[in-house]
């Protein structure tokens, strides 16, 4: 487990609140594997304030890809007088171990060596990022969760973060199951295998002026077809041609190039690895005893046209949890729909969280 920091700002209650990158250095991080990693950063943002008992936080968790930058990518959602109330609540997003966005990652410093960790970077599982999350929660103050909600990945690290039921009082999976399925296994190695066969990658060992960026833009391509959904391209592009071929095939090269610009290889293929690990029922007597464990009150929502993480996942994951419900969002954008249709993701939570959330805060 996680020890207390030894340098960071801190969040104080009832102070200003924070919207920048902070960071949080934990002396050290003991992973499922056993490995202790030391001096392990982890990067967040706040909104709002600490209550005077620690307990009106909301922890939102961001997909693979994603940032600390909660209020940008959910503004339906997070934000004054949204469903979650930056007025009323403490709302803090935490980036995961792996990501190229501030906490420990295949891009930060290995205090062992003085140099990043490049592939040497060690396996991380679901769990130990929440480990982390963890120990920076109770550096901020916080007493108790009121909410954790996450979409994707996110919904996994959501989930997993209710396995702390002592701390967590109610939480959203959001586009998630309970155990990454061997499709969705699937689909995360064809794309770090398109990384692999980029003569750029060099078995991870890449320079920094010359990353394997072809690989990462495939991967890319491909990852954008698993998000997306038949009818929408069919409805957005149909057989569309430009000079530069169809329409559609434009989209998939652009995606990927903009994937260069902003993310590493050896990152992606660290957080596509992590999410690999993720199955609740692993070393807790198995899948449906581990959520038959889970008391608080949930909400699951799965996407009518998902084709990464199927409805009936999360149709079978609320029906194994106590106080479960399941909530459809009938949009065409595939998995991304908890992106793309956020005011319909919004209806769906808003009175979960006005029934389980805010009387209580």
């Not at 171990?97 to 960790?117: C, E, H, K, N, Q």
């Not at 920076?136 to 039921?165: N, Y």
Request: glycine letters at 10%.
């Amino acid at each position: 487990m996680c020890s207390e920091s030894i340098s960071a700002p801190v969040h104080q209650t009832g102070g200003a609140p924070h919207h920048d990158v902070q960071t949080l250095i934990l002396p050290e991080l003991t992973l499922e594997s056993g490995r202790v990693m030391r001096l392990v950063p982890v990067a967040y943002q706040t909104w709002g304030r600490l209550n005077s008992r620690g307990d009106n936080a909301v922890v939102v968790c961001h997909a693979l890809t994603g940032d600390t930058d909660a209020e940008a990518w959910w503004p339906e959602l997070i934000g004054p007088g949204r469903p979650i109330d930056t007025d009323r609540l403490f709302v803090v997003c935490a980036n995961t171990l792996g990501s190229p966005y501030g906490s420990a990652s295949p891009l930060t410093v290995d205090p062992d060596t003085g140099g990043a960790y490049g592939a040497s970077f060690p396996d991380v599982t679901i769990r130990d990022t929440v480990s982390s999350h963890r120990a920076l929660l109770s550096h901020l103050g916080v007493q108790r969760v009121a909410h954790v909600i996450g979409g994707s990945m996110g919904g996994m690290l959501a989930l997993e973060w209710a396995f702390h039921r002592h701390l967590v009082r109610s939480f959203s999976v959001v586009a998630a199951g309970g155990r990454h399925s061997p499709w969705s296994i699937a689909w995360g190695e064809a794309q770090r295998q398109a990384i692999f066969a980029d003569p750029d990658f060099r078995d991870g060992a890449y320079s920094p002026d010359r990353p394997p960026l072809r690989g990462l833009s495939v991967a890319r391509m491909m990852a954008m077809v698993s998000y997306r959904s038949a009818g929408e391209f069919s409805g957005r592009f149909g057989r569309d041609r430009s000079d530069a071929g169809f329409e559609v095939e434009s989209y998939l090269h652009h995606q990927g190039q903009k994937l260069n610009g902003r993310f590493d290889a050896n990152c992606y293929i660290s957080l596509t690895r992590q999410m690999d690990t993720h199955d609740v029922g692993r070393s807790r007597g198995g899948y449906e005893h581990a959520l038959d464990a889970l008391p608080q009150p949930a909400v699951v929502v799965g996407i009518r046209s998902d084709v990464l993480y199927p409805l009936e996942e999360q149709a079978e994951l609320a029906s194994l949890l106590p106080a479960g419900r399941l909530e459809v969002l009938s949009s065409p954008y595939g998995h991304d729909s908890f992106l793309v249709d956020r005011e319909g993701l919004a209806g769906i939570v808003a009175p979960f969280l006005n029934q389980f959330v805010y009387p209580y805060c």
